[in-house]
């Protein structure tokens, strides 16, 4: 790939980046439970990631799905239908800054325990990288902890991440399907997760939805649909060391929205909580994985 080529991918990822992060403010303004915002989010981003992929001009080569695959994928989908029920659930009780910093403890979950799952080693940084995380949520959430231990917000956080390190290793698993095609069935998937979750609890219709319909559709169509799309066509392009670390715009980019937008303050505790928490995540992946990759290089 030429140097304009690059430079063209980076832009759609960065971008594709401050949209996730722009998530939890468009939803604000979205007066309607969890439930019903991920719902309509999922069926939103499904039916448009499913347009694209249908007139794309790279067809998808006529091959026999692996069906083991495609049950990790669906997996994959439920755990994410799930997540972000919880992490919207989360948004409205403790904020979208504190949140955001608990779903993004889900990224160094995975890391802790891909050695069981993966076979990966478990190496000194990543040991270190978590430690400083769990660091990083005690100064963020230390006073509600000390006052009436983990708050019903907190906890829908630390649920989301965990049901986020479950949606990372089942799509992981699933190696055959990948880039925009694995982003839309795995929607597809979740969608069908919330509609059967949401159905159970309160029926399909959502009274209030033309009062909502234009957040709803930002949301849908541009934070997901065409993020998902940013983000899958530029990360095939681009090295992952720099996929990893401008992965790390995303909950930086969230907190500084939140802080922008919904006039979300951190007090100085938490901010160094929040540094700690995405320091941590930072050094667990990016040395973890180097010292990996070089003890890999050596065998």
């Not at 089942?170 to 190696?175: I, P, Q, R, S």
């Not at 839309?184 to 609890?201: G, H, P, R, Y």
């Not at 090295?239 to 979300?264: D, M, Q, T």
């Amino acid at each position: 790939m030429d140097s304009e080529g690059k430079s063209f991918s980076y832009l759609k990822y960065l971008l594709a980046l401050l949209l996730f992060g722009f998530n939890g403010i468009v939803a604000s303004y979205i007066l309607l439970s969890s439930y019903e915002i991920v719902f309509l989010r999922t069926l939103i981003a499904s039916i448009f990631l499913g347009i694209i992929l249908f007139f794309s001009k790279r067809k998808p080569r006529q091959q026999k799905m692996n069906h083991r695959h495609l049950v990790y994928l669906l997996s994959s989908g439920i755990a994410m239908g799930a997540s972000w029920m919880l992490l919207y659930k989360a948004y409205t009780e403790i904020g979208v800054s504190i949140a955001t910093l608990a779903y993004y403890c889900g990224p160094v979950i995975v890391m802790l325990f891909s050695p069981l799952i993966f076979r990966e080693r478990l190496t000194i940084p990543k040991i270190l990288g978590f430690i400083v995380v769990l660091a990083g949520m005690y100064l963020v959430n230390g006073s509600a902890l000390q006052q009436g231990g983990i708050s019903r917000g907190l906890l829908f956080g630390i649920l989301s991440a965990l049901t986020y390190a479950v949606m990372v290793v089942f799509n992981k698993k699933a190696t055959s399907i990948t880039g925009l095609k694995n982003a839309t069935l795995q929607l597809l998937f979740s969608f069908i997760t919330v509609a059967i979750f949401l159905q159970l609890k309160q029926g399909l219709v959502i009274s209030g939805l033309m009062q909502n319909i234009i957040p709803v559709l930002i949301l849908g169509i541009i934070n997901t649909g065409v993020g998902c799309y940013l983000y899958f066509s530029s990360i095939q392009q681009l090295p992952a060391g720099s996929v990893a670390i401008c992965g790390y715009l995303e909950p930086l980019s969230a907190l500084a929205f939140s802080a922008l937008f919904l006039s979300e303050r951190l007090l100085p505790l938490q901010i160094l909580g929040a540094v700690f928490i995405i320091g941590g995540a930072a050094v667990g992946e990016l040395l973890g994985n180097r010292k990996d990759y070089h003890a890999h290089s050596r065998d």
